[in-house]
Nanobody
Framework: QVQLVESGGGLVQAGGSLRLSCAAS??????MGWFRQAPGKEREFVAA????????FYADSVKGRFTISRDNAENTLYLQMNSLKPEDTAVYYC???????????????????WGQGTQVTVSS
């Protein structure tokens, strides 16, 4: 059984930092990514990483502030979020893709497995 379990969300002031974790079990993926969904908005891509090779890809809105990484031995995905802004407030989801891509994908429909989400709230 495939499971993705996120942790690390919470409430933080603008300018602060949080680190999200996603523990994966049941299989490995070519790519893993983070998405987020704010109230009343569609789910959007945040960052992705190739599980082999470690290539990364970021949404423009988080580039330079967020860092995605993985621990292959622990099968765990991370998202280090710095310089947080109120507009970063959302439920953050971890996702896994079995599609083979040369570069990590940002296409939501290529992610077949999803975690339950963790809330991140940034106060102004």
């Amino acid at each position: 059984q495939v499971q993705l379990v996120e942790s690390g969300g919470g409430l933080v002031q603008a300018g602060g930092s949080l680190r999200l974790s996603c523990a994966a079990s049941g299989r490995t993926f070519y790519t893993m990514g983070w998405f987020r969904q704010a109230p009343g908005k569609e789910r959007e891509f945040v960052a992705a990483i190739s599980w082999i090779g470690g290539s990364t890809f970021y949404a423009d809105s988080v580039k330079g502030r967020f860092t995605i990484s993985r621990d292959n031995a622990e099968n765990t995905l991370y998202l280090q979020m710095n310089s947080l802004k109120p507009e970063d407030t959302a439920v953050y989801y971890c996702a896994g893709s079995t599609y083979y891509n040369v570069s990590p994908t940002s296409l939501i429909y290529e992610y077949e497995y999803w975690g339950q989400g963790t809330q991140v709230t940034v106060s102004s």
